[in-house]
């Protein structure tokens, strides 16, 4: 055999070698700990979802699943490290609705939320409430909307910052109803509760599981859910679509996915333990406790990344219409 030719052979037992390690490593997966990133700091709603989740997938996956807090710009620092992350299943990102709405609320990120990520599958969900201080002369979404129309500009509604869905659930409302609401944002949605629990402020679309206990102990009114159907745990509560507010969807998210290239046996593997997780009764039982909706079936890949393009579509058809720009 002369050199070029062993040179040749040698090389192709050398591809062969790769691709059969690779085929045996994807087939162990995974052999060490996971890292849940999440671009937002503890104790919020992702934190709590991820942290839920991380614990029930290290038994599923008979490996460690740890919870890194990255946050900062709206979660875009969390989601830049993982899209630039190794590609092997070991770091994955807790995305949400945010990363939706900042496609378009961003226009310089280095990548395309919804086409630079591998969906593993949707996590959880979380509906949003219309609420009110009690002390407004409002007792129903049509009351809402008469009091807007009667005084444009002065009724505000409070959100957990720019972009959130808790601002653009307001904003979405505004362009179906045609009403002149302020937006009053704050930084995070702990200060606009407190605000609006003082009368600051005299409303807001905020996650349900920080306002029903506040609705519940008649702090504050509900006038209806963003959800397509009435929340499980609070079925008392109107939708707004049921309440005259014709095909208002909104709800927070949160779903796994992992850097662009991911090996699919990989993905697959992921996924099999989410939904195993989720078919849980500890983890439907954490779920209900903390406020999360379980998502709806088949949970896959494929039907995660259809659900990331529609919200991702939606969301900026909303940023565009209200011209909604980063403060």
Known sequence: ????????????????AAVGSASASEGNYPTRPITLVVGYAAGGATDIAARIAAKALSEQLGQTVLVENKAGANSNIGAEQVYRAKPD??????????????QTLYPDLSYKFNQAFEPVGLLATVPNILVVNPKLPI??????????????GKLTCASSGTGSSIHLSCEMFKLQTKTDILHV???GSGPAVTDLLGGQVDSMFDNMPSALPHVQGGKLRALGVTSPERAPFSPDTPTLDERGVKDFAVQSWFGLVAPKGTPAPVVQRLNKALNAMLASDEIKQSFQKSGFVMPPLPNTPATFQTWINEETAKWADVVTSANIKVQ
Do not use: C, W
């Open 139 to 152: 007792n129903s979404v049509q009351e809402y909307i008469d009091y807007a129309r009667k005084n444009p």
């Open 89 to 102: 299943g070991y770091t994955i990102y807790v995305g949400s609705i945010a990363n939706t709405i900042n």
């Open 185 to 187: 944002p704050y930084k």
């Open 1 to 16: 055999m002369n050199r070029h030719a062993f040179s040749r052979a040698l090389s192709l037992v050398v591809a062969l």
